[in-house]
């Protein structure tokens, strides 16, 4: 039993959670199958250097910002359909401090961010399953959907330049699929192919009209696991369009912005798991230049743990 609870908490931490310090990126493995009556706590800390505060799709000029974060993420899996599906809010507690450079403009404010939701589901290779029934799975080909949407809850105030909030709604439609390989299945390539949508910030900069278009992207993944306790990943994701408008008029900045990463992932024991997370922006034309790392820890129980 304990070999087999060791492996469902290696399977579960085959992400779902989004990191929002990389808020563009989604986890690798986020559509393999876990079991169903499971919940799971997440504990994260993550520090980003960048020009971008909470909210990443937006830059301020010449900033240099750090950014420092703890999120608490509450998953819970079920079965609807026979089929796998998922809900995961997510809360952010952070600090942001930095100056714009040429200028006198320094500061920092601390307080909450805005909350995430998730809702997704594996439309194929995702049977729902109990804990002891996870034990005879064998890994295939999987294809899933998810949304994710983020509220406006955080701090913000409009009139300070550094905000911990961004006062608008955006909302992440994605599908992805999973593919293990390899001798016993240890590796695993995953596409996901999703947009960020944005609505309209009406208090950008005091009484200004904030509109941002459709901020499409792909990502790959590529994962390998050393042992029933320890997976690696390479992580790319690439991201275009994005342009701003300020009271009707265009910012002419469509961004262009490609992230590479890595994550270690290690199974402490049957319930719990370290994550660890390191991301840059290898190219950013008007999108956010930004290098970060994080923490987390995963603390997962339910039906069929003991």
Known sequence: MRKLLLYVCFALTMARSPHPVFAQFSDPRTYTNSPVGVNQIELMYSYDRSNSSIDSSLIVGEAKLNLNQGIITYTRYFGVLHRLTWVEPSFPIAGVSGSIGGTNINGSVTGTGDSSYQIGMLLKGGPALSVSEFESYKPTTSVGASLTFTAPTGQYDRNQLFNLGSDRWSFKPEIGMSQPFGREQKWVIDGHVNSYFYTDNRTYRGLEILKQRALP??????????????????????????DTLINGVNQNDVQQNFIGGSEVNVSLNARSTLIFVFARALVHENGPNSTGFAVRYDYVWGKGYR
């Not at 390998?224 to 991201?239: E, K, P």
């Open 217 to 242: 992207g792909v990502e790959a993944h590529l994962s390998y696991s050393f042992n029933g306790a320890v997976w690696a990943s390479l992580d790319t994701r690439y991201s275009f369009r994005g």
